[in-house]
T-cell receptor, first 111, second 116 residues
Framework: SQQGEEDPQALSIQEGENATMNCSYKTSINNLQWYRQNSGRGLVHLILIRSNEREKHSGRLRVTLDTSKKSSSLLITASRAADTASYFCATDREYGNKLVFGAGTILRVKS | GAGVSQSPRYKVAKRGQDVALRCDPISGHVSLFWYQQALGQGPEFLTYFQNEAQLDKSGLPSDRFFAERPEGSVSTLKIQRTQQEDSAVYLC??????????????FGAGTRLSVL
């Protein structure tokens, strides 16, 4: 069974707008990662945030982590049509690094 | 190779048939993972190898599922007597670091299995 839950399940925005996706998880974690999946493709790693970090940036991506609330958010700024994809958060437990994924957020960026 | 390679990309099997799915990880990657992704869901862990040792197979749904990585490189996921509920995308991922580290996992494009 999956640990995480993302919300919203689906998000549709105009090109240039910002997109925010949220993820909640249930157990203690070592790291939290965000992955992107284009239709019919494998997952691509976007960003990793360690459990002792609160915020991380990478290009147009900003990730926050609140371990007290067991939640994370992914912000994509100035979205582009090419950002259209499914986005998943994934956590690994302290004792191993198999990933536990949420159900994902489907993002559609309209041009 | 440059990335994780999986074959075949698509597999159609009749119920009851055995199937074998192949994964070629990134050269030098110690860890290899198999995940199952149902339509509209996130991937779910099946099993994990560190080199040739299968360290965790807690996610395998039944004893019809079997995975091996005999030389610590290529891995094969075998499903015996396939059933309709086995229909899913099977993803392979490899990682440079061992369990307990910070492994970013690199995924293949997956094998889409359809059981009729």
């Amino acid at each position: 069974s999956q640990q995480g839950e993302e919300d919203p399940q689906a998000l549709s925005i105009q090109e240039g707008e910002n997109a925010t996706m949220n993820c909640s998880y249930k157990t203690s974690i070592n790291n939290l990662q965000w992955y992107r999946q284009n239709s019919g493709r494998g997952l691509v790693h976007l960003i990793l945030i360690r459990s002792n970090e609160r915020e991380k940036h990478s290009g147009r991506l900003r990730v926050t982590l609140d371990t007290s609330k067991k939640s994370s958010s992914l912000l994509i700024t100035a979205s582009r049509a090419a950002d259209t994809a499914s986005y998943f958060c994934a956590t690994d437990r302290e004792y191993g690094n198999k990933l536990v994924f949420g159900a994902g957020t489907i993002l559609r960026v309209k041009s | 190779g440059a990335g994780v390679s999986q074959s075949p990309r698509y597999k159609v099997a009749k119920r009851g048939q055995d199937v074998a799915l192949r994964c070629d990880p990134i050269s030098g990657h110690v860890s290899l993972f198999w995940y199952q992704q149902a339509l509209g869901q996130g991937p779910e862990f099946l099993t994990y190898f560190q080199n040739e040792a299968q360290l965790d197979k807690s996610g395998l749904p039944s004893d019809r599922f079997f995975a091996e990585r005999p030389e610590g490189s290529v891995s094969t996921l075998k499903i015996q007597r396939t059933q309709q509920e086995d229909s899913a995308v099977y993803l392979c991922a490899s990682s440079l670091y061992r369990a307990g580290g910070w492994g970013i996992q690199y995924f293949g494009a997956g094998t889409r299995l359809s059981v009729l």
